[in-house]
């Protein structure tokens, strides 16, 4: 797939404070890129500078081959959607949607054309003699982003817009995004810090921390093969355990002991030799419950543990465990083979060689 939006070995402070460090990128045509990390950690620099608000001290921005670095905003294929929507509150909805339009001095027609196409679009048909004041929060998203694509820019910029939103309004917004996007396949660079949301919309993900990229791979890698602890500790819920590694196994395994756990077989991405102090990562929903004692012959990647503690979530429990002086969690979703343990039990957790990974090295004490 051919890159359509590049960013070059990107550097940006403000004063004393580095908020870019030296940042690549690439994004394919038609994509949802997300930038995903904690507050600080440089992604809506990144998204401004890829605006034109802002310009960077080093590197350069490519868009279709053609350098963007220093050209202003208004010359630049590219459109935002922000947090606050900035609507115009004494405009109507169709209003705010043809401004754009009305600057580049467009046609009546092309104007009225263009502006039933998005309300069409987005669903707003009804809405549009209301002004802002008028609409739900999620209605006046529609607009923004509506206003944002009637101009079919290149690259839709999304910074945080469903920040503002309660967790079901999110939700179907999220879904409305899908939507949207499968519809008219724009590139879209999507900045967030929510997790959740960007699993579940994005093609390809870049990890942010401290002004740098940690990690760009699809959701699914992210999640199941985090490349460092800060991608492992940020990308879902993990259990972190130090371990020893006993000898490499074929076919990307490695045999390891963990102390409370036994010897039990576990992924890598790389070569190891035996005693080396590695940090292991271990989901909490691959850990299977079971009162029955297993087969001596399956026993490697299972450990006894005592129930701690149990905590309901609704659609899931988070069972406390501990095997010797090791504490950590498991998750229960229920279903016919599920156990449901007490408090205090003594039970068996298997979990598949798969299951675990070896995320980095230790340092020797």
Partial sequence: MQDFLVISQVSKSFGSHRALSEVSLTIPRGQ???????????????????????????????????????????????????????LFPHLTVGENIAFGLRM???SRAEIKSSVERMLLLTRLEEQARKRPAQLSGGQRQRVAIARALVNEPQVLLLDEPLAALDLKLRQHMLQELHSLHQQVGTTFVYVTHDQAEAL????RIAVMNAGQV???????ELYQAPA????????????FLTAEVQEMLPG??????????????????????????????????????????????????????????????????????????????????????A??????????????PESGRVIEPLAMA
Avoid at 339 to 352: K, L, M, N, Y
């Fill in 32 to 86: 949802v890129f997300s930038l995903l990390g904690p507050s600080g950690c440089g992604k809506t620099t990144l998204l401004r500078l890829v605006a034109g608000f802002d310009t960077p001290d080093r590197g350069r921005i490519l868009l279709g081959g053609q350098d963007i670095t220093d050209l202003p905003p208004e010359r630049r294929p590219v459109n935002t959607v922000f947090q606050n929507y900035a």
């Fill in 104 to 106: 580049a001095r467009r």
């Fill in 200 to 203: 579940s919309l994005s093609h």
């Fill in 214 to 220: 940690e990690q760009v791979a699809a959701p699914q």
């Fill in 228 to 239: 460092t602890g800060f991608v492992a500790s940020f990308i879902g819920d993990a259990n």
């Fill in 252 to 337: 990307g395994f490695v045999r390891v002991y963990i102390e409370g756990i036994g010897r039990p077989a576990v992924q890598t991405a790389r070569d190891w030799r035996s005693g080396d102090r590695v940090r292991l990562m271990l989901r909490p929903e691959v850990m299977h419950l079971t009162h029955e004692r297993p087969l001596a012959s399956d026993r490697s990647n299972c450990f006894q543990a005592v129930v701690e503690g149990m905590t309901f979530f609704g659609d899931h429990e988070r069972v406390q465990l501990r095997a010797g002086s090791l504490r950590l969690h498991a998750q229960r979703s229920g279903g016919a083979e």
């Fill in 339 to 352: 156990v449901r343990p007490a408090i205090g039990d003594s039970c068996w957790v298997r979990f598949g």
